[in-house]
Structure formats: C-alpha cells, structure tokens
C-alpha cells in the first residue's frame, strides 16, 4: 500500500480524478490536507482509504459529457460526516453507513472536518447486468447496522492495509461484489446479482483504466492486461481489428498532449513538460508520433492554437 499525502487543493483534486474520474474542488478551508491509498481488484475494482480535510467536491454536468464514466462509487463514512447531492435526492451519510455515487449525473459531496472514509470504484455493468437500475441505489443510504455494509466496510480496509496476494484477488473482488449485492438488499426490491461482463462493457472498463493512468510512464499493453489480469491476446481481442491497444493508448496521449499544447492557459509550460505530464519522457519519439498523427510538429501545433483546417 502506497500512502500518498496531499498538502493543497489542486494536487488533491487531480490525484482523486485520477483515482475514479474527473471532479473538482469547490471549497476547502486553508491549511487543507488529505491522504489516499489505493489498491487495484480484478473486475474493474478499486478500493481506496480516503483521510481529508471539510471540503466541497462537484461532478459538474460539463464534466458528466466530457468525461463519461462506467463506475460508480460506494462511499463508506468511518468518522466525520458527508452530505451528498444527486438530481432530486439527498443523503447523509456518517457512523458507517454508506452511499452510492453515479457520475453519469451531476452530483456534489460536501465532507466535514476529518472525514474518513473507504471508497469503492465498481463498475457499473456489474450491477446494470443483472437489470438493477442504477438511478434507483444512486445516492441512497445503506445503513451502517447492515451486515454486509459493515462487512464489506471492514474488507474493504483490510485490503487496502494489507494488499492483495495475486492469488487472492480474484475470489476477494467477487467476495467484494457479493457483499455489495447484499447490502442493496436493504434498499428494498431484488438485490443485484453480478453478472458476467459484457465484451463492449469490459473493453469500456479498459479504456477508462488508460485514461486515468495516461501520465504513468510504465502505462503500457502488458501493464493494462496484468491490472486487468487478462492476457494481452484477449486485450486485442476487446479492440477488434480497428485499432490495436497500444495504438489506442498512444493515441490517447498524443491527443491529451495535443490539447494541452492548444489550452491558452498552459502556455508557459514547454512542450517537453507537457508530454512528460502524460507519460512521454522522450522528446524525440513524440516529436516524430506528433508528425504521424497530426501532420505537424509539437511547435507547430502551440502556434495554430487549433487544428490546421479551422484555421482555413
């Protein structure tokens, strides 16, 4: 387990968007200070123990349609207090109760000095599968007397303390799921059940993964499939014959750095610093990719400030 501290708000604001998806930060109060460890789960999972100071985070809807997600969050409140917003509904959520956040909607979580907390990213398709519908659990409570919640609770902290042995993690991310399904019980109607992932549902989950990880130099085919613990053939397989996954993955990055060398507001940063901020140390190997993929140079690209043909 890798504890990473946080001592102010844009720093925190980027790691969590890159834990689960894009959020921002309306308010904190100065002096701000937070901590998060992570551990990865096969089927898509990842648990996170969350130490924060009273803040204010917003799914914003621009984010919602820029930056879709297939997850959901399950937010278990150990100490502190959180308050969650979602369309026409709201939940407090403390003394070991949890709730579930869907970003296919705008939402917003204001959290109380000292909030602790233990956060599940879960893919979506596992509860969509079995018919569940996620707007019905969205920002609901399960209560924190509920024998799976507290379960799932505990385990949850238990694998981010101590980390998952490989051969382990299969039957702890299904261990995971189940008490999920078992805690949404409570809400009333059928609980889900976790069903099998669909092929276009797995390769969205793949995606998404690159997405978050695009600034990780060591993002490649082989470190995707072992997060995933597929094999780089069936890896292939989820892309089809369009493109391959190291395509995507570079593709991704070229356009990720293409933007920022187009955004008014990063232009004191070279372009060097920009691709090394999405994985690319070696300036050379992009110059030459940027050409291929864009019909010109890094330089060239910050002097249009937008692609070529708007320019005509």
Not at 117 to 131: F, H, K, N, T
Not at 183 to 212: K, N
Request: net charge neutral; with cysteine; aromatic share 6%.
């Amino acid at each position: 387990m890798e504890l990473d501290r946080i001592h102010n708000v844009e720093d925190w604001e980027r790691r969590i968007s890159q834990s689960y998806f894009p959020l921002v930060m309306n308010h904190a109060q100065s002096g701000f200070e937070a901590s998060i460890a992570t551990v990865d789960l096969p089927r898509g999972m990842r648990v996170s123990k969350v130490d924060v100071e009273a803040n204010h985070l917003k799914r914003t809807g621009r984010l919602v349609r820029a930056e879709p997600s297939e997850h959901v969050l399950v937010l278990f409140q150990h100490t502190g207090k959180a308050i969650m917003r979602q369309t026409d509904r709201e939940v407090l959520i403390e003394n070991g109760s949890a709730a579930i956040a869907d970003p296919s909607e705008p939402y917003e979580v204001k959290m109380t000095q000292g909030s602790h907390q233990m956060v599940l990213l879960v893919p979506a398709a596992s509860i969509r599968s079995a018919g569940a519908q996620i707007a019905e659990v969205r920002t609901r409570l399960l209560p924190g007397n509920s024998l799976a919640t507290k379960t799932l609770s505990s385990l949850a902290a238990d694998i981010v303390e101590n980390g998952v042995p490989s051969e382990e993690a299969e039957g702890l991310a299904a261990a995971c799921f189940d008490l999920l399904r078992g805690a949404l019980g409570r809400l009333g109607g059928s609980p889900p059940s976790v069903g099998a992932v669909s092929h276009e549902a797995q390769r969205r989950l793949v995606e998404e993964y690159i997405h978050r990880h695009l600034g990780d130099p060591g993002l490649n085919v082989e470190a995707v499939a072992r997060a995933h613990q597929i094999s780089t053939r069936h890896l292939a397989t989820l892309f089809g014959s369009n493109v391959t996954p190291g395509a995507y993955i570079r593709q991704a990055r070229l356009q990720r750095i293409f933007d920022d060398l187009t955004n008014p507001g990063l232009a004191g940063m070279t372009a060097a610093s920009i691709a090394s901020r999405w994985g690319v140390d070696h300036y050379p190997t992009l110059s030459r990719a940027f050409r291929r993929e864009f019909g010109l140079t890094p330089v060239e690209a910050r002097a249009y400030g937008r692609w070529p043909k708007a320019a005509e």
